[in-house]
């Protein structure tokens, strides 16, 4: 499966991006997707995920913000967001997995969009 993410760029505070992720698994709509993303010197941390109904879920400080969304006619995933931060800089990541137990068990990353916030 291959995995890649596309529409990051700089934005100014309050902007938005809408981030795409391609792929390439003709059983797109049968795989849960996430989203993730890394700033300098953090850890890793996920954005939000979606499951195969569409039922989304966000960590909190995105909320009201950012939306997932996922189009399985063109197998690409979205993530929509406004009202964009400086905290919000960072390497974005898509991943694909399998719902298993209840829990999307990723299994395949992309490369990542870099998204910068200036103000």
């Known amino acids: 499966v291959e995995v890649v993410e596309a529409g990051g760029g700089s934005v100014q505070v309050g902007g938005s991006l809408r981030l795409s992720c391609a792929v390439s698994?003709?059983?797109?709509?049968?795989?849960?997707m996430a989203w993730s993303r890394q700033s300098t010197g953090a850890e890793r941390e996920e954005v939000g995920d979606?499951?195969?109904?569409?039922?989304?879920s966000l960590r909190e400080s995105v909320k009201g913000r950012f939306t997932i969304s996922r189009d399985n006619t063109k197998n690409v995933l979205y993530l929509q967001m406004n009202s964009l931060q400086p905290d919000d800089t960072a390497m974005y990541f898509c991943?694909?997995?399998?719902?298993?137990?209840?829990?999307?068990?990723?299994?395949?990353w992309g490369q990542g969009t870099q998204v910068t916030v200036s103000s």
């Open positions: 979606i499951n195969l109904t569409g039922y989304t």
């Open positions: 991943a694909a997995g399998f719902m298993i137990g209840g829990t999307c068990k990723l299994f395949a």
């Open positions: 698994d003709l059983a797109f709509s049968s795989l849960c």
